[in-house]
């Protein structure tokens, strides 16, 4: 995939340098999506652990892995990363998952988010798996109604895990849109 640019909008393969925007921007839609009364040092601890530039490295380093970043003038705002292989945990679906659809909350309403999740359609499409899927909490009725715009169907409940701890997450399998 080269650079593509739609209103105003650039659209890249991720790059290995890129590791420490994805992670700094992951940290920053991770709390602010899912920590809402304050920081526990249980979460933090997690966030340190699993959200960091050598692990984003680690992801970008793998075959398995497909990273498109939503670029401006100034860095990165926005990414969706595939995983190859995964089949969901319930339901019907391509073993093909959306691991990550994350956009900066300043830019939400530009588009960013639904022309990152066409490109990685797109790719899915064209690797063989018209049928991705993907997991959100249960909690996060925006990005459940933001999928659902786009052509996907609950297909399932399955859980996120932090050490004991287990968070209710649907699982969305894509049907493509007739």
Same mark, same amino acid.
């Given at each position: ?57 680690? &992801? ?7 990273? !498109? ?28 998952? !959306? ?7 300043? &830019? &939400?309403?530009?588009?960013?988010? =639904? ?6 359609? =797109? ?56």
């Amino acid at each position: 995939m080269k650079a593509e640019r739609t209103c105003d909008i650039t659209l890249r393969p991720a790059r290995p340098e890129d590791a420490s925007s994805l992670a700094a921007l992951s940290v920053e839609v991770w709390l602010g999506t899912y920590l809402h009364r304050g920081i526990s040092g249980f979460f933090a601890d997690y966030v340190f652990a699993e959200l960091t530039p050598q692990r984003m490295g680690e &992801h970008l380093s793998r075959d398995s892995e497909i990273f !498109i970043v939503s670029q401006n003038i100034e860095g990165i705002d926005g990414f969706i990363r595939l995983s190859q292989g995964p089949k969901p945990p319930a339901g019907l679906g391509s073993a093909l998952e !959306i691991a990550t659809l994350y956009v900066q909350p300043r &830019h &939400h309403g530009r588009g960013l988010g =639904k022309a990152l999740l066409k490109a990685g359609l =797109k790719r899915a499409a064209d690797l063989g798996a018209p049928h991705p899927w993907l997991t959100t909490n249960v909690e996060n009725t925006n990005a459940i109604k933001f999928y659902q715009r786009q052509g996907f169907a609950i297909t399932g409940r399955t859980h996120f895990k932090i050490e004991d701890q287990a968070y209710p997450n649907e699982i969305l399998t894509h049907r493509p849109l007739d």
